[in-house]
């Protein structure tokens, strides 16, 4: 394989690993085991293990983003859109949505891993600031509607994983894009 | 210690071992250990380790929503407190916030677990609905409300406990409480 493959490959089993199997299962032995190669392959692209977690997070937000928004779309109508995206990408990549969980509780513990997974949060809440921003009247505050956002992305997904009832979650989500759609109305 | 007392004793150390040590560190013997009792004390009060996280974390329920409601608190103001209350909770018991989510992940590959935590976070929702209930106009989804303010509050405190940023996630909450504060005054 070529290197950048390579490298991609080995991010892709960590969230499959760590998705599939849990944290106590995360090592560089189930890593290298799960891409077929060595683990002097795997240490040759990441210079520690602690590294792969993080390139594996920063994937998932690039993906989870990636949702098709078209540039009209009121506040109300994007945070819909992000929420039903959301909704879709928890129900077809469940693992996907463990590994970051997984990686949240390990960082409670983990100074280095928090830092690093720090910087992956401030890209994703960067990312919502960017595209919320333009749909906001002067002089409100993007970067507290990011947060907003973001808590209800991860709390919501939470919700869904831990404790079930999709159609609850929905319903909260509904409420949250009336509530920006009032909003709107007293202006 | 009378039997009721040492069941509490258990219950405490329960939070505290999950909170401060991590996931790989909840055993009997690390339990029985914390507590100053012996292994058969531990399973003479809980037929198997895995009921006490569960015991653990309906008792957090139970102290994280004992919060001053004035009776005549608006919904706005209602979700204000209990924002405040939460930011305050987390921030004085970190322990115990981590043993919530050390156990939110870990249900995540534990299906007896999970159903366990679904039956605590049902009676927090509950508990929320009845408490938002009587704010609402007739018509509007008391449960909706209810699971909005519970992934916020989980958004939140993990949003607190994994990235930091606390000025950032209480400009978010005031976000939240002027959304409500603004639909009371559209209808």
């Known amino acids: 394989m070529p290197r950048r493959d390579t490298r991609s490959a080995i991010i892709d089993a960590a969230v499959t690993v760590l998705g599939r199997d849990g944290p106590d299962a995360f090592s560089a032995a189930a890593l290298a085991r799960e891409v077929g190669v060595s683990k002097a392959t795997l240490f040759h692209h990441f210079p520690s293990i602690g590294e792969i977690p993080t390139a594996a997070f920063e994937r998932m937000i690039a993906d989870s983003l990636a949702i098709d928004m078209p540039l009209d779309a009121s506040l109300a109508d994007t945070i819909e859109l992000l929420g039903h995206g959301s909704a879709e990408l928890v129900r077809a990549r469940r693992e996907f949505f463990r590994a970051y969980f ?4 390990r960082a ?19 990312r919502l600031r960017t595209l919320l921003a333009p749909k906001l009247a002067s002089g409100e505050d993007a970067a507290a509607f990011a947060r907003l956002i973001a808590i209800q992305l991860d709390g919501s997904a939470i919700h869904r994983m831990a404790f079930g009832n999709d159609g ?11 509530l920006a759609r009032q909003k709107g109305r007293t202006e």
């Open 102 to 105: 997984v990686l949240m509780a």
């Open 108 to 126: 409670m513990f983990d100074d280095r891993l928090r830092i690093q997974l720090q910087a992956s949060g401030d890209a994703l809440l960067e």
């Open 168 to 178: 609850e979650i929905d319903a909260a989500w509904r409420l949250l894009v009336e």
